[in-house]
T-cell receptor, first 114, second 113 residues
Framework: DTEVTQTPKHLVMGMTNKKSLKCEQH?????MYWYKQKAKKPPELMFV???????INESVPSRFSPECPNSSLLNLHLHALQPEDSALYLC?????????????FGPGTRLTVT | QKEVEQNSGPLSVPEGAIASLNCTYS??????FFWYRQYSGKSPELIMS????GDKEDGRFTAQLNKASQYVSLLIRDSQPSDSATYLC?????????????FGKGTKLSVIP
């Protein structure tokens, strides 16, 4: 089973709101990722967690705050977002890191910031 | 700067034909190569991975890798309208601090009934 789940599927929030995106995998993968994807663009890496520790933060603004409560869960906390942050947010997981392992994506959360 | 290049398309093929999607990459030490299919409004779906030179077949899909030419391709035989999607090539490169894949911009494929 190569399933990664994400909630919610859609989210509309104002610029002053605080919300969270959730991601879960039960494949025993030790690496989890957050990506942002704008229309007609490839996914853009935001954060990498390896063995529940933040490994990479690709210069993402502090209004995005990741959290990895355990090896199966990944959250992305959102606060004071801008309209340009509207995008598809994708969670992915892989057996390990290093760019060698297959990454499996969740269905994504479509975020609209008003 | 790692680069992955794909023709943006659109690539149009008739139903039943072979669709050929191409990808080149810049970093010679790259070791893992992936093809993802992405339908409009959906998330990327992994369809093929290849690590060694040569061909790898899975059903109607064949991935081809030539590390000397830094070239990877995806062939789709007996193309179906349901294959119409954007195909993303992704390349993994090992090394200190290298945790991520580098994605190409994708090729949009249209299969005409």
């Amino acid at each position: 089973d190569t399933e990664v789940t994400q909630t919610p599927k859609h989210l509309v929030m104002g610029m002053t709101n605080k919300k969270s995106l959730k991601c879960e995998q039960h494949m025993g993968h030790r690496a989890m990722y957050w990506y942002k994807q704008k229309a007609k663009k490839p996914p853009e890496l935001m954060f990498v967690y390896s063995y529940e520790k933040l490994s990479i933060n690709e210069s993402v603004p502090s209004r995005f705050s990741p959290e990895c409560p355990n090896s199966s869960l990944l959250n992305l906390h959102l606060h004071a977002l801008q309209p340009e942050d509207s995008a598809l947010y994708l969670c992915a997981s892989s057996q390990g890191t290093g760019g060698l392992y297959e990454q499996y994506f969740g269905p994504g959360t479509r975020l609209t910031v008003t | 700067q790692k680069e992955v290049e794909q023709n943006s398309g659109p690539l149009s093929v008739p139903e039943g034909a072979i669709a050929s999607l191409n990808c080149t990459y810049s970093d010679r030490v790259s070791q893992s190569f992936f093809w993802y299919r992405q339908y409009s409004g959906k998330s990327p779906e992994l369809i093929m991975s290849i690590y060694s030179n040569g061909d790898k077949e899975d059903g109607r899909f064949t991935a081809q890798l030539n590390k000397a030419s830094q070239y990877v391709s995806l062939l789709i035989r007996d193309s179906q309208p349901s294959d119409s999607a954007t195909y993303l090539c992704a390349v993994g490169t090992p090394g200190a601090g290298s945790y991520q894949l580098t994605f190409g911009k994708g090729t949009k494929l249209s299969v005409i009934p």
